[in-house]
C-alpha cells in the first residue's frame, strides 16, 4: 500500500516510517522544512515538503495514498494551528481524495482537559475536536489515544480500551508498531482507544477491541 505520514520526522512518525517501510509499504513522508527531509529517507521513506495548515500543499502528498496517518504535532507552540486545524485539513484532502482509511495519532483525554495536567488543556481540546471532525467524515478512521510517551525499549506488548484507562505510560515504539498495525486491511475501523503499556501482544489487543 502507499501510505502518506504527516509528522514523518517526528519520534514517533520517523519509527512509524521505518515499521511501514520494513513491512513492505511504500512510504511518503511529509515534512515542513528541508532539513527533515534526511531522517524520512533514513528511515526508508520518500520525504515531500508540505505544511499542514496549507490545505492546498496538501492535494499532490495525498494524491494516490491507500491509507493517511496524521502522526503530526506542534510541540505546545500552535496546538490549534496543527494540532486541530492541520489534522482537520488533512482530514479534508483525504476525503476528497478518497483515501480508504485515515489513521490518528491522538492522546489520552483529548477532549477531556479535565482529566491532563493543567498546561496541556489546550492541547487536548485541540486534540478532541480534530478526533471530533474525524469521527464525523466519511473516511474509515481508527483514533489512537495513548498515554504519557517514554524512549522505553517497546515491548511489543500493550494495553487498550474503548472505555477510558487509568493514565499510565507506553514506549513511542510501541505506538508507532500500533499505528502500523492499523493501516492494515484486516485492522479495527472506526474507533477510537486509549492504550498504555500492557502485557496482551498488539495483534491480540487490536482484534480485542474490533467488535
Not at 45 to 51: E, N, R, V
Not at 142 to 148: D, E, F, K, T
Amino acid at each position: 500500500m502507499k501510505i502518506l505520514v504527516a509528522g514523518a520526522a517526528g519520534a514517533v512518525g520517523n519509527m512509524l516510517v521505518k515499521e511501514l517501510y520494513e513491512g513492505g509499504h511504500q512510504v511518503v513522508g511529509l515534512v515542513h522544512s528541508d532539513d527533515k527531509t534526511a531522517k524520512v529517507e533514513g528511515a526508508g521513506g520518500s520525504p515531500i515538503i508540505a505544511d499542514v495548515t496549507d490545505k492546498a500543499t496538501l492535494i499532490d502528498p495525498v494524491s494516490g495514498a491507500d491509507v493517511v496517518v496524521f502522526a503530526a504535532g506542534s510541540g505546545g507552540s500552535a496546538v490549534e494551528q496543527v494540532d486541530r486545524d492541520g489534522a482537520i485539513n488533512l482530514v479534508d484532502v483525504a476525503q476528497q481524495a478518497g483515501v480508504a482509511r485515515f489513521v490518528m495519532l491522538s492522546s489520552m483525554a483529548a477532549g477531556e482537559p479535565d482529566r491532563g495536567p493543567e498546561e496541556l488543556r489546550d492541547y487536548l481540546v485541540a486534540k478532541g475536536e480534530a478526533d471530533h471532525y474525524l469521527r464525523d467524515s466519511s473516511l474509515s478512521h481508527v483514533i489512537v489515544r495513548p498515554g504519557s510517551l517514554t524512549d522505553d525499549a517497546g515491548s511489543g506488548r500493550i494495553r487498550i480500551a474503548t472505555e477510558k484507562l487509568p493514565s499510565g505510560e507506553i514506549a513511542r515504539a510501541d505506538v508507532a508498531k500500533v499505528l502500523a498495525a492499523c493501516v492494515e486491511d484486516n485492522a479495527p475501523q472506526d474507533i477510537t482507544f486509549e492504550l498504555l503499556s500492557g502485557e496482551q501482544p498488539i495483534g491480540a489487543a487490536l482484534a480485542s477491541v474490533a467488535g
